[in-house]
């Protein structure tokens, strides 16, 4: 297993975008390794930096430095964690969307389909729904829905079936009793890309991760200062797509606001990042699962 926490994507390029000022407040809303938070503090003597982490483990490697305040706590709750800190504008939000190493290379997390691992896969262990849940109580329609909307993965109706009908008979526990269910529907050229995706669709349901996204999202313009930013990481082609349409549109439906006039009304970002930025070949070879990563950032104007 591997011991090491986390390595980011993207690392000089996200602080660059967050444009730094000495004496800014930032928010890490993703702690993880404490990466990000530990280049924002060591990037200028004032700053001070608000992190959160909803999976427990991440507070372990908090840094000792007075300029940084850590919760354990989903980042859509992050104004409320503000309030507590009596700050109400930030210069700047950093959210990296990728699930840690340290949680993919846990067995007991049942993140991955190496391992026979109980289905958990909660980020959050006080969460109370679990892959177990979703797999052995979820419908036939709302497997398939998740396997084709978060995972885009190949023959997913059949799979979802696979799925039901080997619980009618013993219920599916473990990740290796899901693989068993599942394994002859998948090419064997494709084995392993498929289980990721498959893998990866249920951990997205399971911890609300586009549900939560979204209203991070929505209540970022109001807490950034004026000429704040926001950096995201992104790892999946959903989450992207999310995160370029409420740049670029202020919503999720992709489409230009107007007023009754039919005049376009401002977003409340700017896209600083018309295309995403993404590693090079040098940082994926070091780093291969860091190939699908993408950053963009916005801005904050009047």
Known sequence: MNNIYHIPALLPEAIKGLNIKEDGIYVDLTYGSGTFT????????????????????????????NRLTIFHADFRYFPNYLDYCKIYKVDGIIADLGVSWHQID??????????DSPLDMRMNSKSSITAEYIINNYSLEQIHYILQNYGNVFNSFAIAKAIVKKRETKPILTTWQLKEAIIKLIPHKRLNKELSKIFQAIRIEVNDEIGALKEMLLKVPER??????????????????????????????????????????KTPLIAITQKPIVPDKTEIEKNKRIRSAKLRIAEKYE
């Open 38 to 65: 530990k280049a924002i503090l060591d990037s200028a003597t004032s700053v001070k930096v608000i992190a959160l982490d909803k999976d427990i483990d991440a507070l372990q490697n908090k840094i000792n430095d």
């Open 106 to 115: 846990n067995p007991q997390k049942g993140f991955s389909y190496r391992y």
């Open 224 to 265: 950034l200062k004026e000429g704040g930013r926001i950096v995201i990481l992104t790892y999946h082609s959903l989450e992207d797509k999310i995160v370029k349409s409420f740049f670029k549109y202020g919503n999720f439906d992709g489409e230009n606001i107007c007023d009754l006039k039919g005049n376009k009304l």
